[in-house]
C-alpha cells in the first residue's frame, strides 16, 4: 500500500521562503510591498513565515510582478508550487484525532532521526501497542482509539514505498521493558522492531540503562530532512509539539542524536538484544 509523498506543509515552506528571497533580491522593504499592492503588512508577513493554509496564485502572481520577475519558467514554476500548496493530503482525514502538521511534515522528509525515551516510534508500532499507549493517555472512547490506531498504520505505508525515507531510531531500554497488559503484545511489537532488520533504509539502536545519564535526557525529539528545504526539529508536548527551526536549535539537537548513536548499542547488537529480549519471554 502506498500513499503520495507530497506534503502541501513542505511546498508552502518553500514557496514561503523563495517569495521572501525574491524580495530581498529586489532590495524591497515588506511594508514597500504591502504598500504598492495595498495589502496589510499582516498579510506579508503571513505569506513569509508559510502562515498561509491555503496559498492564492493571484497574491503570488502579484508579488512576482512587484518583484519583476519575468522569466515565464520561473513564474510558472512558482504558481505551480502556489496550487501544489492548496492540495490536502490523504491524513486531512484524520483532523479528529490528528494535531500540528507533523503527518503533514513526515509525509516529504528524505530522512528521519528520532529519539523516543518512554515509547517505540510511531512508524514501528504494532495495533495493539498503539491501542495501549492510547488509552493510557486517558482517551476512553473506543471509537477515537480505533482511529487514532488506523492513522498510526496508515502513517506506517511511508517506510514501505520505494522512495521511502531514510528512518534512524535510538530507543530507550525504558521503553522496551515497559510493562503491557499481556506478554503476546510485548512480544509482538519486540519482534515487528526485528523484522526491520532487512530494510536497509530503518536502523535500530537501543539506548541501554547501563549508560546511564546521556545527552537525550532533556526528552523525545525527532529531526526532520527535506531535499530541497531546511530541516526541523519536532519536540512532542503533552497537547500538540514544537517546531524547530533556528541553526542553533538545529546543531544542537543533530549533536545531540550523533551523541546518542554514538552511546547506543551498535545496530547489531540491539537486533540481538532485542531477539534476547524475546527469548527471556517463552
Request: hydrophobic share 40%; with cysteine; net charge negative.
Amino acid at each position: 500500500m502506498t500513499t503520495s509523498r507530497q506534503s502541501p506543509t513542505v511546498r508552502r515552506r518553500r514557496l514561503s521562503a523563495e517569495l521572501r528571497r525574491l524580495r530581498e533580491a529586489a532590495n524591497m522593504t515588506a511594508d514597500l510591498v504591502a504598500e504598492r499592492l495595498e495589502w496589510s503588512r499582516g498579510k506579508l508577513s503571513r505569506i513569509e513565515n508559510a502562515q498561509w493554509q491555503r496559498p492564492n496564485p493571484r497574491d503570488v502572481r502579484d508579488l512576482l510582478d512587484v518583484y519583476g520577475v519575468i522569466d515565464p519558467g520561473q513564474r510558472e514554476a512558482m504558481i505551480t508550487l502556489a496550487r501544489e500548496s492548496r492540495q490536502r493530503g490523504w491524513w486531512t482525514t484524520y483532523k479528529d484525532v490528528l494535531a500540528g502538521s507533523y503527518v503533514d511534515l513526515e509525509a516529504e522528509a528524505s530522512t528521519i532521526s528520532t529519539f523516543e525515551p518512554l515509547v517505540i516510534p510511531g512508524l514501528l508500532q504494532t495495533p495493539a501497542y498503539t491501542a495501549e499507549i492510547t488509552r493510557a493517555a486517558l482517551v476512553r472512547d473506543p471509537a477515537e482509539v480505533e482511529r487514532r490506531v488506523a492513522l498510526r498504520m496508515k502513517r506506517q505505508c511511508l517506510l514501505t514505498q520505494e522512495d521511502a525515507p531514510r528512518f534512524w531510531a535510538v530507543i530507550d531500554e525504558a521503553a522496551l521493558i515497559r510493562p503491557l497488559s499481556s506478554l503476546l503484545v510485548v512480544r509482538e511489537q519486540l519482534q515487528r522492531l526485528i523484522e526491520t532488520e532487512p530494510l536497509e533504509h530503518v536502523t535500530i539502536q537501543v539506548l541501554p540503562l547501563a549508560a546511564g545519564l546521556h545527552a537525550g535526557m532533556a526528552g523525545q525529539f525527532v529531526i526532520m530532512e527535506f531535499p530541497e528545504d531546511p530541516k526541523i526539529v519536532y519536540v512532542e508536548t503533552g497537547t500538540d509539539g514544537l517546531y524547530l527551526e533556528k541553526p542553533q536549535e538545529l546543531a544542537r539537537y543533530t549533536l545531540v542524536f550523533q551523541h546518542l548513536c554514538a552511546t547506543a548499542l551498535a545496530p547489531d547488537a540491539s537486533l540481538a538484544y532485542l531477539s534476547d529480549m524475546i527469548d527471556k519471554l517463552k
